[in-house]
């Protein structure tokens, strides 16, 4: 029998903790030790569950028996040789085995997402009132069967190569195949210094991470493609940072989000090795991403790498759109955190835009405001062009021509989509030559008269026609309110009101309800998320358990959110709140 070379290691390490070392190495302890791995089903047509992989139960009360493995990446890919914990330059592998770091200190939970236990995990919401569930995504456990993975990419970070940069405070816990069928990869963030940590501790702070965990599961809900998070925990462990890298440099307190991706491979995956020249396993992978994730690609096509290209510009494009519709800006769209998957990852110093302004910059630490809201559409190029540059060595001259005619389609991919998508936002149905016109203007007025954008779009889904055509604005649709100050919003409620005329079997009553499921009423402003980090910040976590209730429905009137003001114009304070990608 062949063993893997990190085999062994990974064995003497099971017995030293199977025999009381794994404390005293300040390596977590493994769950569950008498699980073993799966039987294998009998009979003719009997599937063989890679190790781990039992059948899926739902609503399991204890991760006993619960199957997560790594040992399709294992199997798959060549492993970092080296098996001490280090900084240093990684090749010719994707990931490195490393264990998280557990905290030293008393660690509480503070938030779980019941949908994510249950529906994807196939968990009971009980397992959270668990020593073993609070050690499991606090990093204090791992699941026996799964090796922690830290994964080796690179990236380019505000328009120059950075080179190998990595999962520095990330382990991918495992691989779970829930009971719909579906491929998960858990992370822990926050756990630990990895080979790829450079100058970083491995830690991620509690207000970082309550923002993470509120936002993913916000993005969610609307309707976004996006990691999920499923736990935040906080420790009393010590952490220094020096937020705004200003020298002024505090004591913060530790904390861990499990979150979830179909995968967690980017654009920085690929590109780190094509710079390595490690083009036979650049190839290996991006085939295990083509043949897990995009199964309309034909793995015998010899234009399998150009159908994948044309696939991630066009759900990038999509993405990015989508973003814009509900104003949300990123913050840092590094190739390392742009998705092969075309999802919402690796929330850091994000926004949700007040009022209207195509130069909203979330993260103060962008001093160039490459990553303003209305450049976003243009750094998406710029990231697929990088991605592109990493492809060619895998294509041939003229599969390299119809790529470059594929990326310059971008522009009109996201151009068609974002005007989709506002259409929608304006209940507009049918096609009409000045629905472009009529989008702009509205811009324009936003921008000029810095209308709140939610509340504007909002208030446009619930105020009634007849309103509009006497120009009455309520004083409860104050975004409006402030929208009708300038002097042409007459004269674009007048081509309004004529628009929505031309909609083929509406109503005024059919248009508002339209447009509040796509309008939301609630988001996460960053106001709202500095007034729950705050009270958290002294073991008050009801605002954040508030939020995330809230944000699970948000385009429905909620009487909790009411009360808390979250729809009514933001506190003078939020002006001058700063985030940044200290965390």
């Known amino acids: 029998m062949w063993w893997p070379p990190w085999m062994a290691a990974c064995l003497a390490w099971a017995c030293g903790a199977g025999a009381g070392a794994g404390a005293g190495a300040g390596r977590p302890a493994p769950l569950c030790a008498s699980r073993g791995l799966c039987r294998a089903p009998l009979g003719p047509n009997a599937s063989h569950p890679e190790p781990g992989h039992c059948q899926r139960q739902r609503g399991a009360a204890d991760l006993c028996g619960w199957p997560l493995s790594s040992q399709s990446f294992l199997d798959l890919f060549p492993i970092d040789v080296i098996q001490e914990n280090y900084v240093r330059n990684v090749r010719n592998c994707i990931f490195s085995i490393v264990y998280p770091t557990p905290f030293k200190s008393r660690v509480r939970l503070v938030a779980v997402s019941k949908e994510v236990l249950e529906n994807i995990l196939d968990l009971d919401i009980s397992v959270k009132g668990t020593s073993d569930f609070l050690q499991f995504v606090s990093g204090g456990k791992v699941m026996l069967g799964s090796v922690p993975l830290a994964h080796r990419y ?32 858990l992370q822990l963030k926050g756990s630990g210094r990895t080979p790829y ?56 307190r530790g904390a861990i989000v499990l979150r979830l991706a179909k995968s967690w491979f980017r654009i920085g995956s690929l590109e780190i090795l094509a710079h390595s020249g490690e083009l036979d396993l650049q190839r290996r992978l991006l085939d295990f991403i083509m043949q897990e994730h995009f199964p309309s690609i034909a793995m015998n096509d010899s234009n399998r790498y150009l159908e994948f290209f044309s696939t991630v510009v066009s759900e990038t494009a999509n993405l990015i759109a989508l973003w814009m519709s509900v104003g949300f800006a990123h913050g840092v769209c590094n ?21 209207y302004d195509p130069n909203f910059v979330p993260n103060t630490s962008d001093d160039e405001r490459r990553y303003k809201i209305g450049n976003q559409a243009n750094v998406g190029l710029f ?14 001259p003229r599969q390299k021509q119809q790529a470059s005619q594929i990326l310059e389609g971008y522009g009109e991919h996201y151009y068609i989509r974002f005007t989709e998508l506002f259409k929608t936002k304006l209940g507009l149905l049918g096609e009409n030559e000045n629905d472009n016109y009529l989008i702009a203007f ?64 509406d109503s005024d009553t059919k248009r508002r309800r339209r447009m509040t499921t796509v309008n939301p009423r609630y988001v996460l402003r960053n106001w709202m998320a ?54």
């Open 383 to 396: 990231n697929l062009s990088k991605l592109l540059q990493a492809l060619k060595p895998l294509l041939d």
């Open 442 to 505: 509205l811009l324009k007025l936003m921008e000029d008269t810095k209308a709140d954008f939610t509340m504007t779009f909002r208030q446009l889904s619930e105020i009634t026609e007849d309103q509009l055509e006497e120009l009455h604005i309520p004083e409860e649709f104050w975004a409006l309110q402030d929208l009708g100050k300038h002097k042409l919003f007459s004269e674009w409620v007048t081509m309004y009101l004529l628009r929505l005329n031309r909609n083929k079997g």
């Open 335 to 355: 190739t390392d955190n742009f998705s092969l998957l075309s999802i919402t990852i690796d929330y850091g110093p994000f926004g949700f835009m007040d009022s």
């Open 530 to 583: 500095e007034s729950a980090v705050q009270k958290a910040n002294l073991n008050d976590f009801s605002e954040v358990h508030l939020l995330q209730q809230i944000l699970q429905h948000p385009f429905q009137r909620q009487q909790a959110a009411e009360k808390a003001g979250y729809s009514l114009r933001p506190p003078a304070w939020a002006k001058d709140l700063k985030v940044s990608c200290s965390s």
């Open 154 to 185: 690179g990236g380019h970070q505000f328009g120059s190569w950075a080179g190998q940069l990595g999962d520095g405070r990330a382990h991918l816990i495992g691989v779970y195949i829930n009971s719909h069928g579906e491929r998960w990869e």
């Open 197 to 252: 940590s450079r100058n970083g501790d491995g830690r991620a702070v509690l207000r970082s991470s309550v923002r993470e965990f509120l936002c993913s599961e916000a993005m969610h809900y609307l309707g976004i493609p996006t990691s999920r998070a499923a736990s935040l925990v906080v420790s009393d462990d010590d952490v220094w940072r020096d937020q705004f890298y200003n020298g002024n440099i505090k004591k913060e």
